[in-house]
């Protein structure tokens, strides 16, 4: 059963040694990265599940990456389990969940799963281990169209889009997260709606009300970041 859950933006920039300069613009988007992730330890979960995109659904993720693609020689080890076989290398999502937790405990037990990032098919909620209460930590950027000076450009259709996702994450509204267009998403450069999917489809079939908290909506850069929290009542 999902117990909790934190949604946080996985921007490159999140981390001071990649932004540089630039890094005190996103200070108020880290603080509320980390009261997002202090609630949901704070919840009491069995396990943590740290949910991204990446090239493959259910793939294995690697539990250490570095940020050496970024400019920086930084180095995170995300401390989840271990994965029987072959790893995938951690992609952006994943690298910032592990700076994000670097400071954590290592219980409860992490979890990474990957899903498809092309985001064209509902995800299958993530069974829990053995019965366990879960935690998510939930990966993803809105669109990347709000200004002309944006990764993806001006769009219009963007700024709706946000509010959009921005009120279901705010209501813990499953069923618009669940019903969100994945060509309007690919269009509009969304990062999130893999892993929103994730967490829509866990928290549906977990069948409990949550209180929800939207901490952070804006877009530096011309990018949508949300950080909001689910706890389950």
Do not use: N
């Not at 995800?123 to 990966?139: F, H, I, K, Y």
């Not at 169209?145 to 499953?174: F, I």
Request: charged share 20%; with cysteine; aromatic share 6%.
């Amino acid at each position: 059963m999902l117990i909790a859950a934190a949604v946080v933006p996985h921007p490159p920039v999140l981390v001071p040694e990649v932004a540089q300069g630039f890094a005190p613009d996103l200070d108020t988007l880290r603080s509320a990265c980390q009261t997002a992730v202090g609630r949901l330890y704070a919840a009491g979960a069995d396990e943590v599940l740290i949910v991204g995109a990446g090239p493959e659904q259910g793939g294995g993720v690697a539990a250490r990456g570095s940020f050496r693609a970024y400019g920086v020689d930084l180095d995170v080890d995300g401390r989840w389990g271990p994965v029987a076989g072959g790893a995938v290398p951690m992609t952006l999502p994943f690298l910032v969940a592990a700076w994000l937790l670097r400071d954590r405990p290592a219980e409860p037990v992490r979890r990474a799963v990957m899903v498809d990032e092309r985001g064209g098919a509902a995800v299958p909620a993530v069974p829990a281990v053995g019965g366990a209460r879960q935690a998510m930590l939930v990966l993803g950027d809105g669109s990347a169209s709000r200004t002309a000076q944006a990764p993806g450009h001006l769009d219009e259709r963007a700024e709706p889009y946000d509010a959009l996702v921005a009120r279901a994450l705010a209501t813990a509204d499953t069923g618009t997260l669940a019903g969100l267009d994945p060509e309007l998403s690919r269009e509009l450069h969304v990062a999130g709606l893999p892993a929103w999917r994730v967490l829509a489809d866990a928290a549906a079939a977990s069948g409990v009300e949550y209180d929800a908290d939207l901490l952070y909506d804006e877009a530096p850069y011309g990018v949508g970041y949300f950080v909001a929290t689910w706890l389950a009542r």
